[in-house]
């Protein structure tokens, strides 16, 4: 039976009382689960009063109103004589009855409060000859209507709504601990192993845990303890909840989920509750995986960032004491294995991952090359691929990339390749998605005008000729002046062959003249008029060149010395914000020196390419106008000369032939009209 049903496959209920949600506690006007329909209780008191309302609102809606005239109306009449009858004359009010040409009507009147109390009214009707009595309230009435019915509809307001609602808030607090926690019965949980790639060092730490929850003797027989808890770590996307449900379906045990920011809420004492309220779940369906998300949110540090006088005593302090209390108060020997995923390790608390309460921490790191293909033949399963699609390249293109984004990444393919109503997802469609996903959608509204894009696409063959140069730098992929996301008017995409961990001198200084390329370009093509688009490049390599001199000690007059970004502790930017570099003058002025030098060269590097290859530059940025985009291949053949560099005429002549014959392709066959027979 599934936990939708609240009960185990032994039979027994579930701990918590999701049974009563979707009800209104305290105030229950119905019976019912929520799975079935809904009863309305019934009472005799409630039928009564609903018996009496219905013959009141009947009564007043039947019975005639008499007709309501101006006192000076009345008087007109009065003197007209068309009063009939005896007057009924009150405090404050005459009703009667007149005649007119329509016959007898009712009527009743206001009597203005200047002339009430005074005898005015009743001269004038003796001097009319008209006949009238008085009508006195009775006290009775006055204090029931005054008094008691205020006093009643205002006490059964109180007791059917603020008592019910106090109530029903009541119950509520003392229930809040429970029913946050989301269990997962063993048999809902489908997830395997089978589905997590690029992680193999972390399930292989996970084995074990599994081998544990599906036979505790094979470990207890030998005195050995497993981990109390297991603690993922990594950058968010990569798969850490995906791993927990992976060790709970492989282990085939009951799954505890729950975030951290569940714990916490506006009742003090609640986080710590919920605490309780998991732990005791989870021992009574034991062997059993509690996983704990997010765990930064109540695991944070408590001596704060300055000291211990400036930690905060708060309710998340509490929940986190509770939870420490509990991880040392349950035996892993019983099979309950507590796992959390956070990506901010360095904020949680040293009691939390000490050893005895988080004794394995795992790290579930960005995918490498070969990874990250692992975790898109996962994702392309139920996605209808073009034979041609090489996954291996696509990998290749997307360093740095988690799972979460590998996936985003099939998914806007088979949407693109939906919308052109192709049979299959093709390269096109998968390239398309990856350069969305680095430099966001193409703003084919952003019309450039024609020395814009004239600007455009020297600065970026000027990128891609310096890099194809470059003994250690990465294949050029693809150069295209589409714009695309909010600043991104042109792109020069190079594709690494492999993942790289260490960059040597020389690799740096080849990135350095790579980023100058295009403001070099734009130089030698513009006669020393230069625009603003290479802002970012001097910022990466102003960025990389001061990294190399005092970071990576690779300047000869400064030395092998590291001082640390900017010249600043790690740490003393947010320790001390008032802080100043552990530099002197002189030594400042040099690294300025030696990072002008280092861009310098580049600089000059870049000129010397450039200049040499300018004929090359002039008729490959014709070529990138007409064409927006050349691919890797074709730029290597331009270049190599193996493949003859047509010109701007014969590129837009093919263009328009592709597109007639796309145009007459779409039109379908012709009808011709045969004549019939004479």
Request: charged share 25%.
């Amino acid at each position: 039976m599934s936990f939708g049903e609240h009960r185990w496959e032994d039979g027994r209920p579930v701990a918590n009382n999701d049974g009563k949600r979707g009800r209104w506690q305290g105030f229950d006007l119905g019976g019912g689960t929520p799975s079935g329909p809904r009863r309305v209780r019934s009472s005799p008191w409630v039928w009564a009063v609903v018996f009496v309302l219905i013959l009141i609102t009947f009564q007043f809606l039947t019975s005639p109103r008499p007709h309501t005239i101006d006192y000076s109306n009345f008087l007109g009449r009065v003197e007209d004589g068309q009063i009939v009858g005896t007057l009924e004359i009150s405090q404050t009010t005459v009703s009667g009855r007149y005649k007119d040409s329509t016959g007898e009507v009712d009527f009743n009147t206001t009597i203005p409060p200047i002339l009430q109390g005074t005898s005015t009214l009743t001269d004038q009707l003796d001097a009319a000859g008209i006949n009238y009595t008085g009508e006195t309230p009775s006290g009775l009435q006055t204090i029931l209507l005054a008094w008691v019915v205020p006093i009643l509809l205002l006490g059964l307001v109180w007791f059917f709504l603020v008592r019910r609602i106090s109530g029903a808030q009541a119950g509520a607090a003392l229930n809040l601990g429970r029913n946050k926690v989301k269990i997962y019965d063993r048999k809902e949980m489908k997830t395997t192993f089978a589905d997590v790639a690029g992680v193999d060092e972390a399930k292989e730490e996970l084995k074990e845990i599994v081998e544990f929850l599906r036979n505790p003797k094979k470990y207890q027989r030998l005195g050995g303890r497993i981990p109390k808890g297991v603690l993922l770590l990594g950058p968010p996307g990569c798969g850490k909840t995906l791993l927990a449900r992976a060790v709970a379906g492989e282990a085939n045990v009951p799954f505890f989920f729950m975030s951290g920011s569940e714990f916490v809420e506006m009742f003090v004492g609640l986080g710590a509750a919920r605490v309780r309220e998991l732990f005791q779940q989870a021992k009574e369906k034991a062997p059993a995986l509690v996983f704990l998300d997010e765990i930064d949110t109540i695991g944070k540090g408590r001596a704060g960032a300055l000291g211990a006088g400036f930690g905060a005593h708060d309710e998340r302090e509490q929940t986190l004491n509770q939870l420490l209390v509990e991880m040392d108060g349950f035996d892993s020997q019983k099979g309950v294995i507590i796992m959390a995923a956070t990506n901010r390790p360095d904020v949680l608390d040293p009691a939390l991952v000490r050893p005895g309460r988080f004794d394995r921490q795992v790290v579930v790191d960005q995918p490498d090359l070969r990874g990250r293909e692992e975790i898109l033949k996962v994702h392309v399963r139920g996605v209808a691929l073009d034979r041609h699609v090489d996954l291996r390249v696509l990998a290749s293109r997307t360093p740095g990339f988690t799972g979460a984004d590998l996936a985003n990444v099939v998914n806007e393919a088979a949407l693109l390749a939906a919308r052109r109503e192709r049979e299959a997802v093709t390269m096109v469609e998968l390239e398309e998605a990856i350069d969305r996903t680095v430099a966001g959608l193409e703003r084919k509204s952003r019309v450039m005008s024609v020395k814009d894009k004239e600007r455009v696409a020297i600065h970026e063959m000027g990128h891609a000729l310096v890099a194809l140069t470059a003994e250690t730098a990465d294949p050029v992929h693809r150069v295209s002046i589409i714009p695309r996301g909010a600043a991104a008017l042109g792109m020069t995409m190079q594709r690494p062959l492999e993942d790289r961990y260490l960059l040597t001198e020389p690799e740096l200084k080849d990135r350095l003249a790579v980023l100058l390329g295009g403001r070099t370009a734009e130089e030698i093509l513009f006669d020393q008029v230069v625009s603003t688009g290479a802002q970012n490049d001097l910022e990466r390599a102003t960025e990389i060149s001061r990294a190399m001199v005092t970071e990576y000690g690779m300047s000869p007059k400064i030395g092998p010395v590291s001082f640390g970004h900017d010249g600043f502790r790690p740490g003393a930017g947010f320790l001390y914000p008032g802080g100043s570099p552990e530099l002197s003058d002189d030594l400042s002025a040099l690294i300025d020196e030696e990072t002008a030098r280092l861009v310098n060269e580049a600089h000059d590097r870049a000129t010397e390419v450039l200049t040499r290859y300018r004929g090359l530059l002039e008729q490959l940025s014709k070529i990138l106008i007409v064409n927006e985009v050349i691919d890797g291949p074709d730029l290597q053949a331009y270049f190599d000369g193996s493949k003859p560099i047509p010109t701007p005429e014969e590129l837009e002549a093919k263009i328009h032939a592709n597109d007639h014959a796309a145009a007459a392709a779409s039109k379908g066959p012709d009808i011709v009209l045969q004549p019939g027979p004479s």
